[in-house]
């Protein structure tokens, strides 16, 4: 009997980048003239973060510091879900942005219909909030990868456990 390759799709980030992005940004946010006097924090509490700050311009200016921060940490923009601008205390404004985790139910099964569709060597299970691809070529199992990766999915995905 031939052995079987497997890989998994998931949907994750590393919380230990984040938390070096953020604090990075929170370093910048301190020393930068424009935003120094501010007095804008980020708390990172669970899968989500709160963003406060005097103005919806600094707001702006601060979700482009932190961005920055993510993508030279190599995190994906698509983790964050950035809710509606509110007004907070004291005049100033804070803005919840979650951070997303997992693939959603109906994005899986889109993705698993595709790759039956179009693999028809290629066997795939929805996992919970991960996908588990199956084959016995391992070729078939990167022209998935490929396939995936050329394509823009609203969440970011990786790739792991290839065997």
């Known amino acids: 009997m031939a052995q079987q390759s497997s890989f998994d799709i998931v949907s994750d980030y590393d919380a230990q980048e984040l938390k070096n992005a953020l604090d990075q940004a929170e370093r910048e946010i301190v020393t930068r003239f424009d935003l120094k006097a501010t007095g804008t924090t980020i708390e990172h509490k669970g899968e989500e973060l709160t963003i406060n700050t005097d103005s919806e311009h600094t707001l702006r200016t601060v979700r482009d510091v932190l961005e920055s921060k993510l993508i030279k940490r190599g995190l994906s923009l698509k983790i964050l879900d950035y809710g509606k601008e509110e007004p907070a205390s004291g005049g100033r404004v804070r803005q919840v942005v979650k951070l997303q985790k997992g693939i959603p139910e109906e994005l899986a099964k889109q993705i ?7 693999f028809k060597k290629v066997s795939p299970q929805i996992q919970g909030s ?11 199992l990167q022209a998935v990868i490929a396939a995936l990766k050329a394509e ?3 969440v970011a995905l990786q790739f792991t456990n290839y065997r």
């Open 112 to 118: 698993n219909k595709r790759i039956r569709d179009e």
């Open 130 to 140: 991960a996908i588990r691809v199956n084959a016995k070529n391992k070729d078939d």
């Open 152 to 154: 823009d999915h609203p």
